[in-house]
């Protein structure tokens, strides 16, 4: 007598394909709900942020943004353009910078001379200052540039004097 399994397979095969169908529809709710507790999550945590105008993220007025570009440009427009005749000297105080954009100019200094922050080098009293170089001075002691040529054109951004 032959026993036949085909009607015990086909049982056994829907009762597995039942279970599958189950374990999907939990994993489908799972990723349902993993994804709205994400968009949850970042709603509450990244996109509450403050108010625009309020205590927390103020508004910047037009006259704050116009005097801070004031204030850049003028720290960039603040080089001045003197013309030295034949001995006149240009004294420096502190933290003046100069450039020397035409003629001839010695250095007027004391013992430690004037910053060349172009060379990397002091230069010392009566040296010839070089054309196009930053000189900066570090104390107001005296020091600067004479000039030796009849007209030596100085670019100057800070306190000075001319004698």
Known sequence: MSFNFLPFAD??????GVIVLKIKKYILIGVFFAV???FWLY????ADTADPGSQQDPLVTKSY????ISQI????????????KNSQSLILDAGTQIIVRGGKASIISGP????DVTKGEDLKNGAIVPFNHL????RSDGRGIKAISDTVIVMVKGSYTVK
Do not use: H
């Open 65 to 68: 943004v116009d005097a801070k």
């Open 112 to 115: 430690d001379g004037l910053s």
């Open 135 to 138: 000189l900066i001075t570090p």
């Open 36 to 38: 709205v507790g994400s």
């Open 73 to 84: 440009q003028n720290s960039l427009q603040g080089w001045e353009i003197i013309y030295l």
């Open 11 to 16: 049982i056994i095969l829907y009762g597995i």
């Open 43 to 46: 709603k509450n945590t990244f």
